[in-house]
């Protein structure tokens, strides 16, 4: 990409410095396709697109293109656990079992829901013998993590429950509301919004999806990353790789299987403008429609697990399902919270501000840490421009 891409969309007065460090990204980091959305204040200040959803045949990022996001779905996850909790039909303090029997047994009938929404529940890898086409059908995954016993002793440790988080809490979405957590989302989150997300992509969706491009590194750096991401004999490779192995940070997840599966922590579809939207709506009113209330904020945002994670090794501050300051690129709010995905991409709110911010890609940088340079520059744009603005 070259410094002449061109930015499409709208920017309100005083945050150009925004769309300049989006145009920057293609210029100097490598950028393929992206979009980044701004609320300030329950309203969009900018909303911008550009660059490839696919290079080769040529397809330019429209409007409408949406792409995984990773991670930032369990964000997703979190609003609806938080909103459950909110309405009195789930309590972060009652054990698990009680929405779910089966996970009870092997040492699990204590564990609060609050931890695994924690990273705190000693279930980061998922045991047994899986195919894709399990974790296709949703049940065989939930049987497995209910069969087995905590890898740590539940609440002593957080350790990054990668793909986990998304099934157990998914399950006990769907224990309580008898939707899938995809269905749920789409019916009482996306819907009333409008938004362009999802957690399992309709097929008559296909056409708009940006086609993701894993990083390309030379043989030495990729031998070193996969030793990391896929050794069976370590706690991070099981989990990162996990279950059985099957997953890495590549093609796989152009395909229809894993487009298509229901995947609550780490395979939502969607643009810039719905993340940023839904983080809008959790701290205030968006067209009529308000998530989440402050105090759920403020519960949702205390600090649960900090420190060392034991699975990946880096630090991880993390309330109640959501990620929190500081484990976001530099300059954010104290009281931020969101999620952010493998390969670059985030969303987060800033109650403090009036802020919702997103951010999606489609060219993936691996980082265990918040320094990916393409999310920070657009932070720190952002909140250069939110200085001057509301100065």
Same mark, same amino acid.
């Given at each position: 990409m070259?410094? &002449?891409v061109?930015?499409? #969309?709208?920017?309100?007065?005083?945050?150009?410095?925004?769309?300049?460090a989006f145009?920057?990204?293609? &210029?100097? +980091?490598?950028?393929?396709?992206a979009?980044c959305?701004?609320?300030?204040?329950?309203?969009?200040?900018?909303d911008?697109?550009?660059g490839?959803?696919?290079?080769?045949?040529a397809?330019?990022w429209?409007?409408?293109?949406?792409v995984?996001?990773?991670?930032c779905?369990?964000?997703?996850?979190?609003v609806?656990?938080?909103k459950?909790?909110?309405?009195g039909r789930?309590d972060?303090?009652?054990?698990v079992?009680?929405y779910?029997?089966?996970?009870?047994?092997? =040492?699990? *009938?204590d564990i609060?829901?609050?931890?695994?929404?924690?990273?705190? *529940?000693g279930?980061a %890898?998922?045991?047994?013998?899986?195919?894709?086409?399990?974790?296709?059908?949703?049940?065989?995954?939930?049987?497995?993590?209910?069969?087995?016993?905590?890898?740590w002793?539940?609440?002593?440790?957080?350790?990054? +429950?990668?793909r986990?988080?998304?099934?157990?809490n998914?399950?006990i979405? /769907?224990r309580?509301t008898?939707l899938s957590?995809?269905?749920?989302?789409?019916?009482?989150?996306a819907?009333?919004? =409008?938004?362009?997300?999802?957690?399992?992509v309709?097929? &008559?969706?296909?056409?708009?999806i940006?086609?993701?491009?894993p990083?390309v +590194?030379?043989a030495?750096?990729?031998?070193?990353?996969? @030793?990391?991401?896929?050794?069976?004999?370590?706690?991070? =490779?099981?989990v990162m790789?996990?279950p059985?192995?099957?997953?890495?940070y590549?093609?796989?997840?152009?395909?229809?299987?894993?487009?298509?599966?229901?995947?609550?922590? @780490?395979?939502?579809?969607?643009?810039? /403008?719905?993340?940023a939207r839904?983080y809008?709506?959790?701290?205030?009113?968006?067209?009529?429609?308000?998530?989440l209330?402050a105090?759920?904020?403020?519960?949702?945002?205390?600090?649960?697990?900090?420190?060392?994670?034991?699975?990946?090794?880096?630090p991880?501050?993390?309330g109640?399902?959501?990620m929190?300051?500081?484990?976001?690129p530099?300059?954010v709010?104290?009281?931020?919270?969101?999620?952010?995905?493998? %390969? %670059?991409?985030?969303?987060f709110?800033d109650p403090?501000? #009036?802020?919702?911010?997103?951010y999606?890609?489609?060219?993936?940088?691996?980082?265990?840490?918040n320094?990916?340079? /393409?999310?920070?520059h657009l932070?720190?744009?952002?909140?250069k421009?939110l200085?001057?603005?509301?100065?």
């Amino acid at each position: 990409m070259s410094a &002449a891409v061109k930015v499409h #969309g709208q920017v309100s007065p005083g945050f150009e410095p925004v769309a300049e460090a989006f145009a920057t990204n293609f &210029a100097e +980091h490598g950028e393929i396709g992206a979009a980044c959305t701004l609320y300030l204040d329950a309203q969009p200040v900018v909303d911008i697109w550009g660059g490839l959803a696919e290079v080769e045949p040529a397809r330019p990022w429209a409007q409408d293109t949406i792409v995984i996001a990773f991670s930032c779905t369990k964000g997703a996850t979190a609003v609806c656990a938080n909103k459950l909790i909110q309405e009195g039909r789930l309590d972060p303090d009652a054990p698990v079992a009680r929405y779910w029997p089966e996970f009870a047994a092997n =040492g699990k *009938a204590d564990i609060p829901v609050r931890w695994t929404l924690s990273h705190r *529940a000693g279930l980061a %890898g998922v045991e047994g013998d899986f195919t894709l086409e399990d974790v296709a059908a949703w049940d065989p995954i939930v049987a497995g993590i209910a069969s087995q016993a905590p890898a740590w002793e539940p609440g002593t440790a957080h350790g990054y +429950h990668t793909r986990s988080y998304g099934w157990i809490n998914g399950e006990i979405i /769907r224990r309580i509301t008898g939707l899938s957590p995809g269905k749920y989302f789409a019916t009482e989150v996306a819907a009333p919004l =409008g938004l362009d997300f999802y957690i399992g992509v309709p097929e &008559a969706l296909e056409p708009r999806i940006a086609r993701l491009y894993p990083e390309v +590194h030379d043989a030495e750096t990729q031998a070193l990353l996969d @030793s990391v991401l896929t050794d069976q004999s370590t706690l991070m =490779g099981r989990v990162m790789s996990g279950p059985s192995g099957l997953f890495g940070y590549n093609d796989m997840w152009n395909t229809r299987l894993l487009r298509a599966a229901e995947m609550p922590s @780490s395979n939502g579809h969607g643009d810039a /403008r719905s993340l940023a939207r839904m983080y809008a709506a959790c701290i205030g009113e968006v067209d009529g429609v308000r998530l989440l209330s402050a105090e759920t904020v403020a519960r949702a945002s205390e600090v649960l697990s900090d420190g060392p994670d034991c699975v990946i090794g880096q630090p991880l501050t993390i309330g109640l399902g959501f990620m929190l300051a500081p484990t976001f690129p530099p300059g954010v709010g104290p009281h931020t919270f969101g999620h952010s995905g493998a %390969g %670059g991409s985030v969303a987060f709110a800033d109650p403090d501000r #009036g802020l919702a911010f997103g951010y999606v890609m489609n060219q993936m940088k691996m980082s265990m840490t918040n320094l990916d340079p /393409r999310a920070q520059h657009l932070v720190a744009a952002t909140y250069k421009a939110l200085g001057e603005v509301k100065s």
